[in-house]
């Protein structure tokens, strides 16, 4: 077991929370600190796949870590530090887009600031259906900040989403390894099943 510290930071990509949720068990299993954080969609919009204080909890209850909520809860991370990565999963076409220009007014964003000020990598797990489309700058500015790495993706449904692009959920834990290591996981473009 490992015991350095990660933030998981939620965002509201609504139908990657069970498949996340799943992802946050393999993890545990490798990572025994993990922090959650939540977007102010992701804690407090009640969808056809979770309510979310369920959500919340289920989360919360895995990682064995009070969730951040508020801006309030999130700001020490600045000054205090001490995440060894933060992984944005699922990230959305939203939140990508704040990443890209530097807007921090939700938790998830704030503590993503704070990661970058301190110097320390953001992994970002993708799920947008905009990603060929309005956040396809987003991308690719992303993809060459300092500090910023993707879980490979790809073309979740080309057919019925054309735009859409999803990270590959297997690649998730041989990322952070790379992140931690400051390398970006090849190849980044991955065929997603
Ligand atoms: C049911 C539902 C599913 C959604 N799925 C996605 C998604 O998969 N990807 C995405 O980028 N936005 C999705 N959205 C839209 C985001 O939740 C919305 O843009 C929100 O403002 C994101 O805020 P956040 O990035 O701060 O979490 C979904 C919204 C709803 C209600």
Do not use: W
Not at 48 to 76: Q, W
Not at 127 to 137: G, I, R, V
């Amino acid at each position: 077991m490992n015991n350095l510290k990660i933030g998981v930071a939620i965002t509201g990509s609504f139908c990657t929370f069970e498949k996340t949720l799943y992802s946050l068990k393999e993890l545990k299993n490798v990572y025994s600190n993990l922090f959650p954080i939540f977007s102010y969609a992701a804690s407090s919009i009640n969808t056809r796949y979770y309510k979310a204080d369920e959500y919340i909890n289920s989360v919360s209850k895995l990682c064995g870590n009070k969730p951040i909520i508020t801006l309030t809860d999130a700001e020490p991370m600045g000054p205090v530090g001490g995440l060894d990565l933060l992984i944005v999963i699922p990230c959305t076409g939203n939140t990508l887009a704040k990443l890209h220009l530097g807007i921090t007014d939700t938790p998830v964003s704030m503590v993503a600031k704070a990661q970058l000020r301190n110097n320390k990598p953001v992994l970002i797990v993708l799920s947008t259906n905009d990603a060929l489309s309005a956040n396809l700058k987003s991308i690719s500015e992303l993809l060459n900040r300092k500090n910023v790495y993707l879980v490979p993706f790809g073309q979740d449904d080309y057919l019925n989403k054309p735009y859409s692009l999803k990270s590959d959920f297997s690649s998730i834990l041989d990322s952070i390894g790379y992140a931690l290591e400051g390398k970006q996981l090849q190849p980044i473009l991955k065929a997603i099943v």
